[in-house]
């Protein structure tokens, strides 16, 4: 009984990917190259209630000339880093807060362990060296930023 209710259940699934598959191709209108494909999308979703967000980050360019007008993909991951500081502000934040909560459940892990004899400590102490690394990666983002452009700079310059 259950083997035939599994078996009606992905007959379902399957039939619903298939019509929806076949209905999708009538539905798209093909374009001439994949900017107008874009251009088409965009407009589709922005109709109605559903409008896509507008950010400082709709109209990406290089044209910040933090760098000489060479590296172009220089200039740009340097606009894309400008403009994208909220976001990352507040990802930074949310991480770092759990990173916190993080450290103090494992503090008291490891202060409960000896008393307790419970568990093993090498797996608490890499999970805890892992959260550090994680914390070090979030703060040190910039920095890592510059030496990826720089790099960029280095192998395509």
């Known amino acids: 009984m259950r ?7 992905s007959l379902f699934i399957c039939s619903f990917v298939v019509v929806s598959c076949v209905w999708a191709v009538y539905q798209w ?4 190259n994949p900017m107008d494909t874009l251009t088409e999308m965009v407009g589709n979703a922005n109709v109605g209630r ?8 709709n109209d990406i360019s290089d044209k910040e000339w933090w760098y000489s007008s060479q590296f172009k993909v220089s ?14 502000q507040w ?3 949310i991480w770092l807060a759990g990173a916190t909560i993080a450290l103090i459940y494992m503090g008291f ?12 400590l090498s797996k608490l102490k ?4 892992y959260v550090i690394i994680w914390v070090l990666l979030l703060t040190g983002f910039y920095a890592l930023f ?9 192998i395509v310059g």
């Not at 209108?29 to 001439?32: E, P």
């Not at 200039?75 to 990352?88: H, R």
């Not at 510059?146 to 280095?154: F, G, P, T, Y």
């Open 3 to 9: 083997k035939n209710i599994i078996k009606l259940l």
């Open 29 to 32: 209108k093909r374009a001439d």
């Open 50 to 57: 559903y409008k896509i967000q507008n950010t400082a980050l």
């Open 109 to 120: 892990l490891l202060v409960t362990n000896t008393v307790t004899g419970a568990g093993d």
């Open 91 to 93: 990802a930074v934040y």
């Open 146 to 154: 510059k030496i990826i452009v720089a790099l960029i700079n280095m």
């Open 126 to 129: 890499s999970r805890i060296f």
């Open 75 to 88: 200039n740009t991951l340097y606009y894309i880093k400008n403009n994208i500081d909220p976001y990352l």
